[in-house]
T-cell receptor, first 116, second 110 residues
Framework: GAVVSQHPSWVICKSGTSVKIECRSL??????MFWYRQFPKQSLMLMAT?????????EQGVEKDKFLINHASLTLSTLTVTSAHPEDSSFYIC????????????FGSGTRLTVV | GQNIDQPTEMTATEGAIVQINCTYQ??????LFWYQQHAGEAPTFLSY????GLEEKGRFSSFLSRSKGYSYLLLKELQMKDSASYLC???????????FGAGTRLFVKA
C-alpha cells in the first residue's frame, strides 16, 4: 500500500538553530499533506495544511515564520523549525490522504525533536 | 468550537472486552476515525464511520450515533499487544482536515 516516509526519525539540535523535517509520499502523489505536533500524553495538534505549489494554511496560534512549510512537488513536503527553542521539543508527524482506508490519514513515522 | 472527549486511561484484562467511548462537538462532520498509536510511533488506521451504526472489522468494532455526537470502539479478545493509545478523530467538512481527541491509553494486564 501507499507509504508516507518521514525523516529524520529523531534529531537533537542546539537552541537557535534550524531543523528541517521531510515528508515524502511513496508510490502516490500527495497534493495535500498535514503537519501535526504531539506533546507527551497529549493529542495530535494540527499545525498546518501543506498544499503543493501554494502557501500552507496555518492553524490559529501557529507561527508561520517559525514553522516554514514548503510543498514544492507532489511527493515532498518539508517543515523547517527555525530558531528552535527547548519548548519546540516535541513529536512532529506528517500525514497524507492516499485514497485508501476511506480517505483517512496515512501517517509518516514521526520525528522526535529535542532542542537543547 | 471543536471538542472531542474520550477517557484518559482504561485498564482491562487479557481476553476480555473493552469499550472506549468518544463524544464530539464539531462545527462540521464528514466521518469519524479511530486510530491506534503505540508509544513513540505513528498512529495507524483502525476504523471509519460516516453513517450511524456499527462497523465490524475482526476483533475491532466501531459505532456511531451522529445525532448524539457519540462513538465507541469495541475491542474483543484483548491481547497484550493491544496496550496502546486509541485516538478518536473527526474529519471536518469541506476538506480532509481532521481533529483528534487526546486519546485513551489502554493497559491490558495478564
Amino acid at each position: 500500500g501507499a507509504v508516507v516516509s518521514q525523516h529524520p526519525s529523531w534529531v537533537i539540535c542546539k537552541s537557535g538553530t534550524s531543523v528541517k523535517i521531510e515528508c515524502r509520499s511513496l508510490d502516490f502523489q500527495a497534493t495535500t499533506m498535514f503537519w501535526y505536533r504531539q506533546f507527551p500524553k497529549q493529542s495530535l495538534m494540527l499545525m498546518a495544511t501543506s498544499n503543493e505549489g501554494s502557501k500552507a494554511t496555518y492553524e490559529q496560534g501557529v507561527e508561520k515564520d517559525k514553522f516554514l512549510i514548503n510543498h514544492a512537488s507532489l511527493t515532498l513536503s518539508t517543515l523547517t523549525v527555525t530558531s528552535a527553542h527547548p519548548e519546540d521539543s516535541s513529536f512532529y508527524i506528517c500525514s497524507a490522504i492516499t485514497g485508501q482506508e476511506n480517505y483517512g490519514y496515512t501517517f509518516g513515522s514521526g520525528t522526535r525533536l529535542t532542542v537543547v | 468550537g471543536q471538542n472531542i472527549d474520550q477517557p484518559t486511561e482504561m485498564t482491562a484484562t487479557e481476553g476480555a472486552i473493552v469499550q472506549i467511548n468518544c463524544t464530539y462537538q464539531t462545527s462540521g462532520f464528514n466521518g469519524l476515525f479511530w486510530y491506534q498509536q503505540h508509544a513513540g510511533e505513528a498512529p495507524t488506521f483502525l476504523s471509519y464511520n460516516v453513517l450511524d451504526g456499527l462497523e465490524e472489522k475482526g476483533r475491532f468494532s466501531s459505532f456511531l450515533s451522529r445525532s448524539k455526537g457519540y462513538s465507541y470502539l469495541l475491542l474483543k479478545e484483548l491481547q497484550m499487544k493491544d496496550s496502546a493509545s486509541y485516538l478518536c478523530a473527526v474529519r471536518d467538512t469541506g476538506g480532509f482536515k481532521t481533529i483528534f481527541g487526546a486519546g485513551t491509553r489502554l493497559f491490558v494486564k495478564a
